[in-house]
Nanobody
Framework: QVQLVESGGGLVQAGGSLRLSCAAS????????MGWFRQAPEKEREFVAS????????IYADSVKGRFTISRDNAKNTVYLQMNSLKPEDTAVYYC?????????????????WGQGTQVTVSS
């Protein structure tokens, strides 16, 4: 069993930055790919970024490529999402997820465990 707790969300002006953190419990963290997804009001949950178990391989949604960076610290059982140059359309609840696979995954169906989410609001 893996429990995930996100933090770091908040209100920021357009062009600003935030760093989200996801603390994981459970022995499988270091062998699992981790991902970030987001869901805006009245929209479906969408993929944001994913990182493989070792941290060497990352994938991003086109909408965030070049602005967001995913990273992980296996010693701390934590995954991060650094978000720069934020736009109002980035406003959403951001969810951390743990996959049962080792390589980065872009599909929500490849993730077994999910956090409760943290709200990110970008004002124009």
């Amino acid at each position: 069993q893996v429990q995930l707790v996100e933090s770091g969300g908040g209100l920021v002006q357009a062009g600003g930055s935030l760093r989200l953190s996801c603390a994981a419990s459970g022995r499988t963290f270091s062998s699992s790919a981790m991902g970030w997804f987001r869901q805006a009001p009245e929209k479906e949950r969408e993929f944001v970024a994913s990182i493989g178990w070792s941290g060497d391989i990352t994938i991003y949604a086109d909408s965030v490529k070049g602005r967001f960076t995913i990273s992980r610290d296996n010693a701390k059982n934590t995954v991060y999402l650094q978000m720069n140059s934020l736009k109002p359309e980035d406003t959403a609840v951001y969810y951390c997820a743990a996959s049962w696979l080792a390589g980065p995954q872009g599909e929500a169906s490849e993730y077994k465990y999910w956090g409760q989410g943290t709200q990110v609001t970008v004002s124009s």
